[in-house]
């Protein structure tokens, strides 16, 4: 397998970037992260060997056609949608965005969705100041190729005090495995407005290999509300690299709900960084994992601000012969007094050949503060499965109730009936 | 009267040791009977053996259900004929709901393709519900996760009202219960009680035979039962403890399986 090393340069990211037109500034920095790619190393995610994964695969640029309603949209993703169309909604299909639909009023009242190759050019200033500022473009390859590479896209900016009730929803999808799919997804709430987001990320490639290189970036301002679902269902031979940050000014609040249900190999890493004083980060991760599947699933929280509080949780089921290496990183600064973090990783291991691994970790620079961890590796709680069979339900029912119980903290909240079904319909095709 | 339960000769035990040493009993239907005894005197382990929970190893005996042997049958099956066990420490269940659990066990006795509509299943929920007093929101809350213990012990009359079994074990239902909380899961049992369906309800204390009036009691010591009588006998044990009962009948230690 060839390395990326000899294939990825500063030359070939600013062909990209001046083939698609992109802006001057674009360009200059398309070019500096290209060269960041050529010789920056991969990440070392704990125990997992992502060196052999295929990363090589950058695909080339095949922008989806443009379609002028979301009915046109491939029956797979319509059936995404809520029941009630009209809401706000922005789909990546393959390199590029292909429909984007924001209400009137919305606009009026200066909230903006569009994808971020346009904001690159309507947004500047804004895209400027926060692109890969969470996340880096040299803290590794992959967030280097990501930076050099990102297309498509999705840039959502909240105005201050706007409360948008509907979630906005962005469906990322690839049908063609030969195509650059490296979506980014820029989120600019400004000081005390809220919102929700609800992201779907999936193939139509059959067993042919890709990559999605994708990375989320979250910026809360003071007093924001920022609830970010997303659902991966990637095929066999996707690999999912996903990077998620948000950044949380004073008071703001994120919430990640993800699920991590691809049949192909993930590396996830979602970390929230609590900068303001009395910031709140909550994150629920659920998996499944099948086959042969590799995954690498990292939450991380950050404590700079005072009084902060941070929540993890990491639930897998693992399967066959699914690997899964769950990393918790709870870091509270020197000077985060009062601040408050708290994970738990948990895995249900439902076959001896599955393997999980739970690594809890603890960095704690001050004193005055709260932190605890809660990992565990086991099976179906032979108590519980007693009890429940004590009233009548079968060994298998008890099992099955049991297992999408320990799912449903994160099934359950997810924002979107539709989306929450296509869980569900995922969650019984992996459970079997 | 036909006897409706039957207990013969039954041997239990935990870990390699025997706790239960040739355990008999035998109830009509109908029959409310209590067993009180101290602390370790396996009382929980007959009730654990009778519903078949993994830890216990029958290694001898029968326990007869209408006169069908429940040790020949799988947990759930011993179940569905009729037996249900009120436990001293119900299990916690994160993410399935009370209701979502009772909906199964339910359905479970009704077969395929004969499942409960929501809406009844929901209406009758409810109002058994109201009749135990407990807060609508339990019907939504994962099973007996931060229940109180009190909560919990209601929670399990609730399940015993909706799945209306014929032979009921409790297993100090009363233990975590306020008095009126205890009038109030009395009147729920008292609200079950027919000449079809018997109890076997064992406590420590006197109070709760007050509302739910016994036709027997049996005191057990040393994993059998050593003694027998009617509702006065537990009113002699509240009274004056259990010495009185050691020294008649010689025994000195009265647990069982302290090696
Ligand atoms: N899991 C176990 N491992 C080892 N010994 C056990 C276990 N469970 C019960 N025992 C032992 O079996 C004996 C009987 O216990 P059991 O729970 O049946 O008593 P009990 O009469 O219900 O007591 P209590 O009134 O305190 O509820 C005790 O000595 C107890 O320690
Ligand atoms: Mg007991």
């Keep these: 397998m060839s390395t990326p090393t000899a294939s990825f340069g500063r030359d070939a990211a600013s062909s990209i970037a001046r083939s698609k037109n992109e802006p001057a500034w674009l360009v200059a920095w398309r070019e500096n992260a290209g060269e960041l790619a050529s010789r920056l190393e991969l990440p070392k995610p704990e125990k997992t060997p992502i060196q052999r994964w295929p990363l090589d695969l950058y695909g080339t640029d095949r922008p989806g056609a443009k379609i002028d309603s979301a009915s046109q949209l491939p029956e797979a993703l319509t059936k995404l949608l809520p029941a009630e169309a009209g809401g706000a909604l922005i789909v990546q299909h393959n390199s590029s965005v292909v429909y984007t639909h924001l209400s009137d009023e919305l606009k009026a009242k200066g909230v903006v969705l569009a994808s971020l190759e346009e904001a690159a050019r309507s947004h500047e200033e804004l895209v400027r100041k926060h692109l890969m500022t969470a996340y880096a473009p040299d803290e590794h390859k992959l967030a280097a190729l990501h930076a050099a590479l990102w297309n498509g896209g999705v840039f959502l900016y909240v105005p201050r005090g706007v409360e948008i009730e509907e979630p906005v929803q962005a469906l990322l999808f690839a049908d063609d495995a030969e195509a650059t799919f490296v979506p980014h997804v820029l989120i600019v709430a400004e000081a005390n407005s809220r919102v929700t987001v609800v992201e779907n990320a999936s193939t139509a490639v059959g067993d042919a290999a890709l990559v999605l290189n994708g990375a989320v970036e979250v910026f809360a301002k003071a007093g924001s509300q920022v609830r970010y679902a997303a659902v991966h269902s990637l095929e066999k031979g996707a690999v999912d690299v996903s990077y998620r940050r948000a950044v ?138 007693h009890y429940l069979m004590s009233r009548g339900i079968s060994k298998t029912e008890a099992e099955r109730l049991i297992i999408y119980g320990f799912l449903d903290p994160v099934v359950s909240e997810i924002p979107l009936e539709s989306v929450r079904e296509q869980l569900q319909r995922i969650l019984e095709r992996k459970l079997g | ?154 929670n399990e009359i609730l399940q015993m009202m909706l799945l209306e079994p014929k032979l009921v074990i409790l297993d100090e239902i009363d233990s975590g219960l306020d008095i009126d909380a205890l009038k109030i899961v009395a009147a729920g049992v008292n609200a079950m009680r027919s000449e079809e369906r018997s109890f076997l309800i064992i406590t420590h204390y006197q109070r709760l035979l007050n509302y739910i009036k016994p036709d027997h009691v049996h005191v057990m010591m040393q994993g059998r039962i050593v003694k027998s009588g009617g509702p006065e006998l537990a009113e002699r044990l509240e009274a004056e403890g259990y010495e009185w009962v050691k020294e008649e009948l010689g025994i000195v230690d009265e647990t069982v399986g302290q090696a």
């Design chain 1, 248 to 385: 949380l000014e004073q008071d703001a609040r994120i919430e990640w709900i993800v699920g991590e249900l691809q049949d192909g190999n993930i590396l996830s890493d979602t970390k929230t960084i609590l900068k303001g004083n009395g910031s709140t980060s909550d994150a629920k991760i659920i998996t499944v994992g099948t086959g042969k599947q590799r995954m690498s699933l990292t939450t991380g929280a950050v404590h700079f601000g005072l009084s902060t509080e941070s929540d993890m949780i990491t639930r897998a089921v693992m399967k066959e012969e699914g690997t899964a290496v769950i990393n918790g990183v709870t870091k509270i600064e020197k000077g985060a007094t009062r601040a408050n973090g708290q994970q738990t990783e948990k895995v249900l291991m439902l076959s001896p050949k599955a393997r999980g691994d739970a690594n809890p970790i603890l960095l704690i620079d001050e004193d005055d503060v709260k932190a605890g961890h809660a990992a565990s590796v086991g099976q179906v709680n032979a108590e519980q499965v």
């Design chain 2, 1 to 154: 009267m036909s006897n409706l339960f039957e207990i013969k000769g039954l041997k239990s035990e935990i870990e390699g040791k025997e706790i239960l040493k040739g355990f008999d009993l035998t109830i009509k239907a109908g029959e409310v009977h209590a067993i009180m005894g101290p602390n370790g005197t396996g009382k929980s382990t007959l009730a654990s053996s009778i519903m078949g929970h993994p830890k216990y190893e029958v290694t001898d005996g029968q326990v007869l259900l209408n006169g069908e042997d429940v040790l020949e049958m799988g947990v759930d099956e011993r179940a569905l004929a009729g037996l249900f066990l009120a436990m001293q420490y119900p299990s916690e269940i994160t993410g399935v709901t009370n209701a979502d659990f009772l909906r199964s066990a339910i359905n479970a006795r009704r077969g395929e393709g004969n499942e409960i509509s929501l809406i009844k299943f929901v209406r009758q929920m409810e109002a058994k519900m109201k009749e135990l007093e407990m807060n609508p929101e339990f019907m939504h809350r994962y099973l007996n996760e931060g229940f109180s213990g009190g909560e919990k012990k209601r």
